[in-house]
């Protein structure tokens, strides 16, 4: 272990030095260093991909910060890190922004039932048809009418949890009344 690591700093300094052979030498070993790291904490591989050419051009960017007289792999993870969390940073903000709030889902999924002409008597054939707690969710939200939280309260869910279950009924029912 302790060879490759003196291994990669010998190809780092050589690559400073002016030496492209050991310079490409020393990117792919650093992308079979890093690529393990990334897959463990990323789920697609085009992700890893894409996310490792970023750490490499970093790589290549920093370059002249680095210190030969301490270990390589620290201060390339070091990159990776920072390049990892710049990424889902901005990835799980992406998703953030184009998530939608359950409150505002609920409603608009009421309206087009009720601008149809559709009511929960004309459908309960394909609600019965639903999972037994999404079918209850319904039936008490729509023909009893109770709130997200009262049904919640009443079967023992959490308020968000009954929203779920309902708006993934809404979906399922959607995709059958279209077919």
Excluded at 153 to 161: F, L, P, Q, R, V
Aim: charge should be negative; charged fraction near 30%; hydrophobic fraction near 40%.
């Amino acid at each position: 272990m302790a060879e490759q690591n003196d291994d990669l700093e010998a190809l780092m300094r050589l690559s400073l030095a002016g030496d492209q052979r050991a310079y490409a030498t020393l990117l792919r070993e650093t992308t079979r260093l890093l690529r393990p790291f990334l897959s463990r904490r990323l789920r697609f591989s085009n992700e890893v991909d894409d996310l490792l050419q970023e750490i490499l051009l970093s790589i290549h960017k920093a370059r002249h910060t680095y210190d030969g007289k301490r270990p390589y792999k620290p201060w390339a993870y070091a990159i990776a890190k920072f390049r990892l969390l710049d990424y889902l940073r901005a990835h799980y903000s992406d998703q953030l922004r184009h998530a939608v709030d359950f409150d505002d889902l609920e409603e608009n999924l009421h309206e087009p039932v009720t601008e149809t002409g559709m009511s929960y008597e004309s459908i309960s054939g394909e609600v019965q048809k639903l999972p037994e707690k999404q079918a209850l969710i319904l039936q008490m939200m729509h023909q009893e009418g109770y709130t997200a939280k009262e049904v919640a309260e009443k079967i023992g869910m959490n308020e968000s949890a009954v929203k779920v279950a309902a708006h993934r009924a809404y979906k399922v029912l959607r995709e059958r009344l279209e077919r």
